[in-house]
């Protein structure tokens, strides 16, 4: 197993052939002789492949002819499979075979490779297209597009091509699948352009508009748009192509194409256990029109996917590889999206790393469980008691105690909506009669962000749950035990004694069903070790540690909006922490709806490129080198002016964070936990206690005020300076929960 083990655990990474690719390592089938031949799939792991075919590629050491090479698949000649590739687009000298390997049966399949006095082997693992792969088992009920109906009127629901034609589901076969079918789109003229469909007849419309790829490549401005199912869900894939010539394959792919891919990612977070109807969006003119290839799915959109980062990093990847087996293997893949979408490319990146080799999050989120820390609190302990008060309390008093810029952010974002660790909380296209309720429906599907990746976080009943449960309740991280509501205002001097106690003690936490009790809650101690250990919980490690990354953050602060800017530091933070510095996190800020999307889509390409040429190993120190000089973090005022600073947050101002000219412009507010005195990476779920201490607070506490802090702290209070319970590097990536047996978690 220690040799298996060795060959899928990313042991090198190098850009060969356009494709971010595994070196094969030095374990071959017995009987076989490795010579210096190196084989490996494109872009996908050999070990992870699905849908029966993979793009297997070979590297030609120098002086052999690439016309004697010899390729068999289990005992069978498949050599026609394979052809020479033209030289790549950064021109590397290096010449390759790739082939399109079809046929593989479910399992391993057993690839022997020679060419001249050198040969290899490798075994490709072949999947279902319908999955799973690593993700774990499949959520059960999962409601495929024509199980389902929307709204008051029970229509039924579609999913829109983007040609005027829609999927209604009516055609369904197992595993919620589609018949893969493919569409022609093109770009019109005028002074409203848009994507119209490929007139009948193939007569070349008159009003279609060129498009120019980053290449210098003018082209017809024509795009091949792909819709089917992979992983249950619903995928497209987009890029140009024209229409006069042969439809693209791995070694010619179309003139338009530049060689690149954008994966994008949906926003929200809510419970999966439905196909969604809208993927994070292909049909994008800034991309396609400089020639990029764009991809996603419904399981990319966050609040289609369940909130569940390892079924969206799965599917990411068998959609990728069908794109590569398209048009060829990307050179670089490059990550885009907003608020769930920003989570997801985070996590992605940090947990499997080489799916995607840059992101570009926007409204940043670095996770959802230590997101839904903040949301919690709002929700249950501190809207129930704040807006209880009589007299009531002013908003300032409340914002001091959240940290928020408004009272809005959480009474009206935060406090109704979301309730994601609450199983009730179920989108509108799971049917009402499916639902959960304790009572009327106790096998009922529970919407809970937790019982959708029951498959990470393990199931357990729960005694406390009248009457007793009739279905494994998934594990619950949440945990406020120790926490001190509101002791950086009271420090402050923004709120009295008084209050600060008398919230403390009226606080309160939830049961597993996320109803309030006057006892605080306490998290599951095997779940929050889980979220650290799997990665649910966002660190600077990983992937993430060499991930080139450009934070765009519309500010949305001063509107009382919950994607407050603060995050963003959150995620900078967790990097120096684990790193010793963020250099490939760059911040930009300024006010929304503003964008700077089409520069740092350029940049990325810029950066990712010199990283590529960079013949020099791996890490850190090479994804810095090669950093445009144009990134830095920087703002921009209301009148375009760029100002070019460090983004700081200043832990000790956090009522008054406008240090600088940015924070002037857009001062970042912080959270609920920040202002009970927790850390900046907001990442501890579980504090470590430890004895109430007088000299904590910037007040002089009675004898009886010190009595009631004893006794609503029995246990004692959050020592802040200390990681929290559980709390371990997260230094493991590519874990499975499902079938592979390599890298397995538990």
Known sequence: MECELASHARPGRRVVGGALVLLLSGCVDQGVVPGTLDVSTVPTPAHLVSGGDALVRVLVPEGVDPNDAEVR???RDVTQMFRELPPDRLQRSQRMLLGLVTGLAEGGNDLHVRLGSAEAALTLTNYPIHGPIFSGEHLDPYFCLGDLASGASGEARRFAIGNGDVLEGTSQLEHCALETRIDVVYRTTGEEPRFAPWPAGGVTPTDMADATTTEGQTVPYVVRLETGTINRAIYQTAALVDPDAPAPT?????PGWNGRLVYTYGGGCEAGFFQGTSTGGVLRDNMLSLGYGVASSTLNVNAQGG????????TTMMVKERFAEVYGPPLHTIGWGGSGGAMQQLLIAGAYPGILDGILPTLTFPDAISYFIDTAECRLPLRRFLNAQDPPLPDEVKNAIGGWAAWEVCDRSLGPRPNRIGPDDCPGPIPAEARYHPVDNPDGVRCSIYDGMRNVFGTRPYDEIEPAPTQPFARNPQDNIGVQYGLEALNAGLIDTSLFLDLNEHAGGWDIDFRWRPERAEGDADAIRIAYETGRITSGGGGLATTPIIDERNYLDHVANFHASYYSFVMRERLIRDNGHADNYV???RMAPLSRADENLALMDEWLVAMALDESPPGAEKMVRAKPAALQDSC???????????AVFDREAIFDNTKGRCNELFPPHAGARIVAG?????????CQLKPIDPADYGVTLTAEEMGQLEAIFPRGVCDWSKPGMGQVPNTRTWLSYGPSPVNRYQ
């Open 250 to 254: 791995p070694w010619a792919s179309s």
């Open 678 to 686: 927790g850390p900046l990476t907001n990442d501890v779920l579980k």
């Open 73 to 75: 698949l289990a005992g």
């Open 636 to 646: 921009w005022s209301d009148d375009g002016l760029e100002i070019v600073e460090p």
């Open 587 to 589: 911040i930009q800020r």
């Open 307 to 314: 909130c569940n980062d390892v079924l969206s990093a799965e």
